[in-house]
């Protein structure tokens, strides 16, 4: 089992859908998770940390669901701007998935 | 949010020639910087942790004799492709660690390396 796995997509959905992605991670005992953003021949960036409780930034809802040990990104009202590469990472020293690309169309 | 540079961000240099690449950390310190290198279409891998004052921790398979790397400060780390080949050609990327937080890494622009 690979250390971190997304589904590579891509996801294709029109403005305003909502979009969620799945992740797991192999490593039990994996204490940081993060969900980054790569648009194309660009630097990841951050966009959210990944709390126990499950955190909310305006659109995005990240969860953790350590037994089943997977992580996850909701998208609620989808913007054309919101195409990407999304980037589940774990751990301290970041272990990245291959990302899953979503494709907003008008 | 933290700010990292990366300098140059593109370079073409010739078969066996030697190119340095430069991070900084802009507004904060940072005492562990990581190297990655992109592929076209691939995911980030990361070739090496580099700590201040220290020597570098390679991942398997990264020549640390071929990518020499240089952490003088706390907010300069450098990446030096020696006798770069055509293969080397990627996408470089370095980030630093911010001190507080959750251990979020904040990534410089990247540089594209395009050996001919």
């Known amino acids: 089992r690979k250390e971190v796995e997304q589904d590579p997509g891509p996801f294709n959905v029109p403005e305003g859908a909502t979009v969620a992605f799945n992740c797991t991670y192999s490593n039990s005992a994996s204490q940081s998770f993060f969900w980054y953003r790569q648009d194309c021949r660009k630097e990841p960036k951050l966009l959210m940390s990944?709390?126990?409780s499950g955190n909310e930034d305006g659109r995005f809802t990240a969860q953790l669901n350590r037994a089943s040990q997977y992580i996850s990104l909701l998208i609620r009202d989808s913007k054309l701007s919101d195409s990407a590469t999304y980037l589940c990472?774990?751990?301290?020293?970041?272990?990245f998935g291959k990302g899953t690309k979503l494709s907003v169309k008008p | 949010g933290a700010v990292v540079s990366q300098h140059p961000s593109w370079v073409i240099c010739k078969s066996g020639t030697s190119v340095k690449i430069e991070c900084r950390s802009l507004d904060f310190q940072a005492t562990t910087m990581f190297w990655y290198r992109q592929f076209p279409k691939q995911s980030l891998m990361l070739m090496a942790t580099s700590n201040e004052g220290s020597k570098a921790t390679y991942e398997q398979g990264v020549e640390k004799d071929k990518f020499l790397i240089n952490h003088a400060s706390l907010t300069l780390s450098t990446l030096t492709v020696t006798s770069a080949h055509p293969e080397d050609s990627s996408f470089y990327i370095c980030s630093a660690r911010s001190p507080q937080g959750w251990y979020e890494q904040y990534f410089g622009p990247g540089t594209r390396l395009t050996v001919t």
């Open positions: 990472v774990v751990g301290v020293n970041l272990i």
């Open positions: 990944v709390y126990s």
